[in-house]
């Protein structure tokens, strides 16, 4: 079944299959459940997904008589995470609609291919160079010339796969360190500013934005998203044409982010995309607390072929994530005035993990 | 376990039971979700909150060895609907806290016991008789000497078990017509307006209220709820002080809604209270999308111990109910901009059946 082709929507009282139980799943769940859409969550693992879902399979994603029964329950398939196995999803695409489709997850599974299909569709990424061995490497950092970051293609997130260097490194340990796995070596860049473009695109290639945060990382880890960002509004809106192109490109049917670095106003070029995610993302939490409509009911809507919902945002907001221990603080935050306050249902607040996410809802105040 | 209790709040992740399976239900599981903490959800009939929550049991409300196998399942109880059977809310009392307490079930399920109650806080209510027979509702209309309404003491809701009389007309056929049983008549009201006051007591006795929606009502049934109402000030904060001595009076812990008739500022009593629901409230709903917390989060966390959220709204808002047939426009309703759609689950739009509800928010606009 080929991406993006027109079906009927989903009426209210379907189905809609989930792959992958972590937050995001759930909060898809949430956000299927209020719109009177039902959620199948399938995983290998039980996650907080399964506790708001209609119904779940615990299977591996390789079991095609699981898949093949799973897609026999639902009306359509979407996912929470890129790293869905290609196979997978190639498999359910046999056998109903799979959004975003496989090839969105081709390009976000691979820094290469990533890089490589913005580099075709003009948009500028960070000076890259393939690494395949531990002379690739060290040739790499000689060739960059100033400080970088070596990446394993494939399997980083929230910054796992991740070593900077120096000129004069050793890179051959570094490419060790990453288990001598296929990797790219990124010029590190010095940047003004973290954004994010929160793109969502409907079945019948409608598009909509939401506005975009700036973000804050901690230790590879998304800390803090803000939005209005402050920007200038001539370089968010450049920022969304990079999103719109990007959506376009994969025809792509649902929320899609990208991050980019904003090298501040003197910069020839101003936005360099770093990565993206074709799915709802962490940077967009506050559309919870901040919207009339979620990027995870947004999601769900162009999952659904329904039309998409206003992105517009009624207040100002800073969402920040509690991550590990952060969650314990739980009475406190629960505590604050005009605090938001969303828990995930983790057992173990294990260091690094995300527990859950508070938005503070500010004044709303221009800009994008 | 007498209600109000201290006890040590829920942890993040415990199991909140919840009796009745309706879409008030749903919203309590889905408000729970965003908090980390699971439902259980006991009725005997699958409903609605079937779909959202992280177990269920169906089985009759009489069912004692189902009530304490849930009872064991789960840290604390409460209700979405105040029919819950009062021997089932007392048998898992014993086990376990219920919050709201049986005691406001109790003035809650019968419209007598309830005025009694309202009489002895000093609340004004409409003139009324009881009526227990043919003859006790002719005497009861000729003494109320004007326009009336019977209603039956219990299983009323929506309109139902309800008949309008003007002096002169055949009481006793009227008592015949709601099947004889225990009525109250009551003095029908011209009022200026309709409202609710929507009042959250935690465990601790600490309270908070919502902006009183104004309320307007079609065939007996919640069609609109509008914030900020537009009543004057004083009379809101008349009416915020009748919803806090009923939930005191109750030792009420959870969301209180009181109905009240508004008679206008030249009235000598200008609020008159029609009811009360010990539970969130169809004109609450509002709340979901206009204010950080809702009323069901905020019920969430007062059954919980928890602190309560801030009630406040960011914006102003207008709640219309899709009743029936409504429903059925849901394409529409979720192309308009700045509309929240929510809708309940439910297969089969029978005529008068709640299919979900609309949220049109608003600029914030001040006032109560």
Not at 2 to 11: F, I, K
Not at 21 to 31: D, I, N, V
Not at 209 to 236: A, M, T, W
Request: with cysteine.
């Amino acid at each position: 079944m080929p991406d993006g082709t027109r079906r009927a929507p989903l009426p209210p009282g379907a189905t809609i299959g989930v792959l992958g139980s972590g937050q995001l799943g759930r909060m898809l769940a949430l956000a299927a459940a209020r719109l009177g859409l039902k959620t199948h969550v399938y995983c290998e693992d039980s996650g907080p997904a399964f506790d708001v879902a209609s119904r779940t399979t615990k299977a591996p994603f390789d079991d095609r008589a699981a898949l093949s029964a799973f897609a026999g329950q639902v009306d359509t398939v979407t996912y929470e995470f890129e790293n869905v196995p290609l196979d997978t999803a190639g498999h359910l695409a046999t056998l109903l609609p799979v959004r975003p489709g496989t090839k969105a997850l081709e390009v976000a599974q691979d820094r290469l291919a990533e890089k490589m299909f913005m580099t075709g569709l003009g948009i500028a990424v960070a000076p890259f160079r393939a690494v395949d061995s531990a002379r690739a490497a060290h040739t790499a950092l000689s060739e960059i010339g100033v400080a970088a970051i070596l990446k394993t293609r494939r399997f980083g997130y929230d910054g796992k796969g991740q070593v900077s260097l120096a000129p004069g490194d050793d890179a051959a340990r570094a490419w060790a360190e990453i288990g001598q796995r296929p990797a790219v070596l990124e010029q590190r860049l010095s940047f003004a500013a973290e954004l994010s473009v929160l793109v969502v695109r409907a079945a019948d290639g409608a598009l909509a934005f939401y506005d975009c945060p700036s973000n804050v990382h901690k230790h590879g880890i998304l800390h803090r998203s803000i939005v209005p960002s402050g920007l200038p509004s001539q370089d968010l809106a450049r920022a969304r044409a990079i999103g719109a192109a990007i959506a376009h490109a994969l025809d792509y049917v649902g929320v899609l982010a990208v991050e980019m670095f904003y090298l501040g106003p003197e910069a020839s070029t101003r936005l360099i995309v770093n990565e993206i995610a074709p799915r709802v993302h962490n940077s967009g939490h506050w559309t919870i607390d901040a919207c009339g409509v979620s990027q995870f009911e947004n999601h769900i809507r162009a999952v659904a072929g329904w039309p998409l919902g206003s992105t517009e945002r009624h207040s100002g907001a800073e969402m920040t994530n509690l991550i590990g221990a952060a969650a314990n603080d739980w009475w406190a935050l629960a505590s604050e005035p005009g605090l938001c306050l969303h828990l995930y249902g983790k057992r173990v607040a294990r260091d690094g993990r995300k527990m859950g996410h508070i938005t503070r809802l500010l004044p709303r105040a221009a800009g994008g």
